[in-house]
């Protein structure tokens, strides 16, 4: 609220405070006279009071007057101080704002110098990632004609093994069949030859059967009531010599009397002299163990 509102109020306020003032004092000062002796020679003068108290408002008014025109020149010079400190406000919020602005500007031209040069690093990166790229890419280009070139000498070299290799396994899967085909015919031809000898040593052998059989028919004793329809087998143990070693029912007749008549037989023998003509070998395979079987037709009495 502006002060010149209330400096009207206030002179007016003053005024009557001052014709209070001055009409208490009047009634103050205006006491009863004492009582005393009058001299004798008295003037007297009258006082118009109306007349003082209007002076005394003029006064009061002057002083009003020129209060209230020092308070308006305060008031003016305060208005005064007040615009002056309000335009220096204004010149510096101007000065603040300018400065604002070219801090705002400077910061800006910053930035944009900042983004400048990070458009340019960008741009120089992007570049030396391009030029790296390409070549990279003619690296590689180098590099995959260089492995296709080594892939292909390896495979022509892996070819070429691999032809050896089957050329050395036909080599040697002829080789090994062909020694195949010469040790079947070995093996044939020592079949042949042992069919031969197995043979010859069965025939020479089965020459003597009959011998052994006719001795032991000699030395039989045969027991009364003996059937021509049973069998009997006997295994003979024999030495190198021809001595007997052991003889054994391996099939009985069912009758014991025709067994031990069997073993007795064979026991009485004791010695095939001739078997001693034999070859080792043929012995031991066919009469160092073997297995006679009699039927009582087979003996001669």
């Given at each position: ?34 009582h ?10 009258l006082?118009?009071f ?29 208005k ?10 204004q ?17 800006q031209?910053?930035?944009?110098e ?13 570049a ?22 080594e ?11 691999l ?6 396994q ?36 089965a ?31 024999l ?40 070859d ?22």
């Amino acid at each position: 609220m502006k002060s010149t509102s209330y400096l009207i109020p206030s002179v007016f306020a003053a005024l009557l405070h001052m014709v209070v003032v001055v009409l208490l004092a009047e009634s103050w000062f205006m006491t009863e006279p004492e009582h005393r002796q009058v001299p004798r020679h008295v003037q007297a003068q009258l006082v118009d009071f109306s007349e003082r108290q209007a002076q005394q408002l003029e006064e009061v008014k002057a002083k009003a007057q020129q209060k209230a025109q020092q308070e308006k020149r305060a008031l003016e010079r305060q208005k005064e101080a007040q615009r002056q400190a309000e335009l220096k406000r204004q010149q510096e919020d101007k000065r603040r704002a300018d400065k604002k602005k070219a801090a705002e500007a400077a910061k800006q031209k910053a930035v944009a110098e900042k983004q400048r040069l990070a458009e340019k690093k960008k741009q120089e990166a992007l570049a030396l990632k391009k030029k790296a790229e390409a070549a990279a890419k003619q690296k590689a280009a180098v590099e995959r004609k260089r492995k296709q070139a080594e892939a292909k000498k390896q495979a022509d070299a892996e070819q070429k093994r691999l032809a050896d290799e089957k050329r050395k396994q036909a080599e040697a899967e002829q080789r090994k069949r062909e020694e195949q085909q010469r040790q079947a015919q070995e093996l044939a031809v020592k079949q042949a030859e042992a069919a031969r000898r197995a043979e010859s040593q069965r025939q020479a052998a089965a020459s003597y059967e009959g011998y052994i059989k006719e001795l032991i028919s000699r030395n039989w004793r045969r027991s009364p009531g003996t059937r021509n329809e049973i069998v009997i087998e006997l295994s003979i143990s024999l030495l190198p010599t021809g001595k007997v070693v052991d003889v054994q029912v391996t099939r009985s007749s069912g009758d014991s009397r025709i067994d031990e008549d069997a073993i007795r037989a064979v026991q009485r023998v004791d010695r095939f002299e001739k078997l001693q003509q034999l070859d080792p070998v043929v012995f031991d395979r066919y009469y160092r163990r073997f297995t006679l079987r009699f039927r009582p037709e087979d003996l001669r009495w």
